[in-house]
């Protein structure tokens, strides 16, 4: 899967979780641009986001996850 | 075939998509009760309670919360709080799991060191309950606690006083002895329910540290499913009959082609034994008062040969009706259903094959079907997980519940033979008790105001803490009607509460079980009411009629007892009145009362 897939994937589990379809993600965005992307809803984006890939996050890369982009690369690192 | 996403085993989606599905939930439009339930937590409780309200809407319960500060549940529950007061919560949950407990025995605590420790523990939550209970008329649920996450001592954690394992399980038993002797108080059980999930992914401590969430989020659809079964059960909307098929689902084989003799069941073959551990879990649900019921595409004497097979666990005895014919199981549930005086969602449908849980499903949409595969030892698994029967009160009525049905058909047969429906009355030589609220019922009767439907006019569902509370208040008018005849006894199947304001009763409950439906002993209520209105210096009698999906049989009910209708709005709400006086003839000729 692609960078490109994976952001298409994401931005569908964002728009699930807050129920807006008309969110846009890009690798830029970050928590603070999304109205509602709270400490609570960043678990479930979190948890579904390890369903999806079938993957496990380590706390210390979820602890310094500056933007999705960086949430592309673990998902690669851990895909590949 | 894709699962219904309410039940288990849960999806992700429930999680994701939480939103969506709620405005779905709500856009059903259908007669929600509704609920306040206050969440008092120990760790993050956000997602348990969006979990909770889906699984309540599905109930038909519509919650309104109120959600303590992070880890605020004891300072909430222990000092003033006028919004906890303001809330007045219907339901308080206790959100502590065993990272709210601080302290453990130390390796070198002697044996009264631990026992103290162990006390104070405990008097930390039991402090609060109280206060909780002296202050809120509301029902309390609070989680036991899940094993700990590590042993320090590996094995003899268990055994030894000392061991957190063996601490934490001497706590959960005087959590238990006290939700044994106080009512309105229940335990939510995560020590089973967190080793039936697996306790290394319930503790996953990266939700703990990341989140300060417990149980770890992927636990928490499992986790808000079973808090959610404790409240539809307090609300009376558990389900109270099973109706099963016959071939490969009571046993192996099919009874019309293979013959009785040739059936897989029994402690001969493993398939066998399968099917009679089922058969034994099946028969165990009428000590709950559960009423097993068979609808089955057979030809009668095949399915009875079947039955009577001697190492057959389940016997024509143990059912209520047997309905093997080759109607659409839909009709024949329905059938069982009127006879039996239930509605359709009380039944849970049992069948090996897809096709026909489908065409269940298809003609009843209120109907219950489990989802079980064509794997008969998981049959119990997949009924069992589901709660359908949570059972929160137990009351003496519910053990001898297929005794009653059973005098019922009997009663069936007895009218059959009468052509005079009065004479038929007076043949069953009844009597019936009539009397203010007594301790020994209470649970009784709050347990037929939760569960009452049909014959409900105003369907207004009480927790044993308020009927104790009308009971002993003398504003209150209250009446509880037990009812036996020459087949047995009843027990308590009709209740009627009035509040008095000056010289006037207003009627706000009345109830009546539909066991008992055309023995006139609504008259005996009457006649009953009319007198304890006539000691207490009452004028006026004013009844009520609040019209839902199911208690439409009742809306002439005051006027048939002749009472003057008011008033009535463009919602069907009716109000009724009628004079106390001397000259009321009572309308009873048929009961006994009180003798």
């Known amino acids: 899967m692609d960078r490109k897939e994976i952001l298409k994937k994401i931005t569908e589990i964002i728009r699930d979780v807050f129920d807006d379809d008309k969110i846009d993600i890009s690798e830029e965005t970050v928590a603070a641009d999304v109205e509602g992307w709270d400490s609570l809803t960043h678990i479930t984006l979190i948890g579904t986001i390890e369903d999806e890939f079938n993957i496990k996050f380590a706390m210390k890369d979820v602890v310094n996850m500056k933007n999705v982009g960086e949430m592309i690369d673990l998902i690669i690192k851990q895909t590949d | ?333 329905i059938d069982i259903a009127h006879t039996l005086s239930l509605t359709p969602d009380s039944f849970v449908f049992v069948d090996d094959n897809p096709a026909e849980r489908e065409i269940v499903r298809r003609q009843i949409p209120d109907a219950t079907v489990p989802e079980i595969e064509d794997k008969p030892e998981y049959y119990i698994k997949a009924i069992d997980r589901m709660g359908y029967f949570e059972v929160t009160t137990l009351s003496n009525d519910d053990a001898s519940r297929t005794e009653m049905y059973r005098q019922n058909a009997a009663r069936s047969r007895a009218e059959s033979s009468f052509t005079d429906y009065k004479a038929y009355l007076q043949s069953l030589e009844m009597h019936a008790e009539i009397r203010s609220f007594v301790p020994m019922y209470l649970s009784r009767i709050a347990q037929l105001t939760n569960k009452s439907n049909q014959f409900n006019l105003t369907t207004r569902r009480y927790t044993q803490a308020d009927i104790a509370a009308m009971a002993n208040n003398k504003n209150y008018i209250t009446l509880y009607g037990k009812l036996s005849d020459k087949f047995g006894d009843n027990g308590v199947v009709s209740i009627v509460i009035g509040q008095i304001q000056n010289d006037c009763i207003d009627i706000i409950l009345w109830l009546m079980s539909c066991r008992v439906l055309k023995r006139d002993m609504e008259f005996a209520m009457m006649d009953e009411l009319m007198r304890c209105a006539g000691e207490r210096s009452v004028r006026t009698i004013r009844g009520y009629y609040y019209p839902t999906a199911k208690n439409a049989m009742v809306k002439d009910f005051y006027g048939l007892l002749g009472f003057t209708k008011e008033s009535e709005d463009d919602a069907g709400n009716s109000v009724w009145s009628l004079s106390v006086t001397k000259d009321y003839k009572n309308k009873n000729e048929v009961i006994r009362i009180n003798d």
């Open chain 2, 1 to 333: 075939m894709e699962t219904n996403i309410f039940e288990p085993p849960f999806r992700n989606e429930l999680l994701t998509k939480r939103k969506k599905l709620r405005r779905e939930l709500l856009e059903t439009n259908r007669n929600y009760i509704d609920k306040h339930i206050a969440i008092l937590g120990g760790s993050t409780t956000h997602d348990i309670k969006d979990m909770l309200e889906l699984f309540l809407l599905r109930q038909g319960i519509r919650p309104t919360f109120y959600e303590s500060e992070y880890a605020q549940y004891w300072q909430d529950a222990m000092f003033p709080n006028p919004a906890l007061d303001a809330f007045a919560p219907d339901i308080i949950f206790i959100h502590t799991t065993n990272r709210n407990i601080h302290r453990y025995p130390e390796l070198s605590d002697t044996p009264d060191m631990v026992d103290k420790l162990l006390d104070d523990t405990f008097e930390h939550f039991s402090g609060m309950w109280e206060r909780l209970r002296k202050k809120y008329n509301a029902v309390l649920i609070q989680n036991n606690f899940e094993y700990p996450y590590w042993r320090l001592q590996g094995n003899r954690d268990a055994s030894d006083i000392h061991g957190r394992v063996n601490f934490i399980t001497r706590l959960n038993l005087k959590f238990a002895e006290y939700a044994r002797t106080h009512d309105n108080f229940y335990i939510h059980d995560i020590n089973y329910l967190s080793s039936d999930y697996g306790l290394s992914q319930w503790g996953d401590p990266f939700y703990w540290h990341m989140y300060k969430c417990v149980p770890a989020q992927p636990a928490i659809p499992y986790f808000a499913f079973s808090l959610s079964n404790i409240i539809k059960s307090v609300y009376g909307k558990n389900k109270k009959a099973f109706a099963l098929d016959l071939d490969n689902t009571l046993w192996g084989g099919i009874v019309g082609d293979d013959g009785a003799e040739n059936l897989q069941v029994g402690q001969e073959t493993p398939i066998g034994q399968a099917y009679s551990e089922f058969q034994s879990y099946l028969k165990e649900h009428k000590k709950l008062g559960i009423i097993l019921n068979i609808v089955s595409k057979n030809e009668p004497e095949n399915a009875m040969a079947g039955l009577r097979r001697p190492d057959m666990t389940l016997t024509p005895d143990d059912f209520i009706m047997i309905k093997a014919n080759w109607e659409p199981k839909s009709q024949n549930l």
